[in-house]
């Protein structure tokens, strides 16, 4: 009976859905937000190793978990309790159950309401809902380095020579000062990614 109060318990606070996090309806620990085509989630998870917490986006339904966004990854969440939602200057904050802040986007915005959610393609945005304007997004925030470029290719990574055929592509503005890296899917599903590895290895998964 008991573990059957707890297991009833454990749903009604484990809501998943693809509601936004606003104001009024904070993202707790245990719960999580889905993109609408169900392959990304943004949650609290623990790596192997620990149990600290980190709010992140992971793709959805694939064990082991593969995260490909951490918002607090320098500042992980050290009790119970946690709070991921919209500060009243619009930023977007983790806060602990004393109410203190953990980690925050650190922008403020003049915006008198608006939301996040999280995007189809994986990016959790802050939009403003009077302008419908994006005020913050996880892509405008990654959080590893990639190598320096040299036209084609990654420079000083071995294997990499004149006849490797690089899936990766930048195309320069050079007025604007702005850059945007892609890369060509080798498989035909969604569920790719490129990593950076700890021993500094960048693989397409
Ligand atoms: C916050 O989000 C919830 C769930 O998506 C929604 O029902 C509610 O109206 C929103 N509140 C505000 C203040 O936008
Ligand atoms: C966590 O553990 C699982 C199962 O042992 C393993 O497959 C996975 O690679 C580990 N994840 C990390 C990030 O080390
Ligand atoms: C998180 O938000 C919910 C709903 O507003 C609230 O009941 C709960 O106390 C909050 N938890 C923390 C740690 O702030
Ligand atoms: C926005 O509000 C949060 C929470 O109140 C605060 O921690 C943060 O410093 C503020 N950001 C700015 C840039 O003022």
Known sequence: MLFFLCFLLISIFSTC??????????????????????????????????????????????????????????????????????????????????????????????SKKCHAELLDTGNLVVTDDVSGKTLWQSFGNLGNTIGPWAKTKFSGIPGIDASYVSPFTVVQDVEKGTASFSYSQLRNYKLSYVTLTSEGKMKIL
């Open 17 to 110: 859905g693809n509601a936004d996090i606003n104001t009024s309806s904070p993202l707790s620990i245990g719960q999580t937000l889905s993109s609408p085509n169900g392959v990304y989630e943004l949650g609290f998870f623990s790596p192997n190793n620990t149990l600290n917490k980190y709010v992140g986006v992971w793709f959805k339904n694939i064990t082991p978990q593969v995260v490909v966004w951490v918002a607090n990854r320098d500042k992980p969440v050290t009790k119970t309790a946690a709070n991921l939602t919209i500060s009243s200057n619009g930023s977007l904050i983790l806060l602990d159950g004393k109410q203190d802040v953990i980690w925050s986007t650190g922008e403020a915005f003049t």
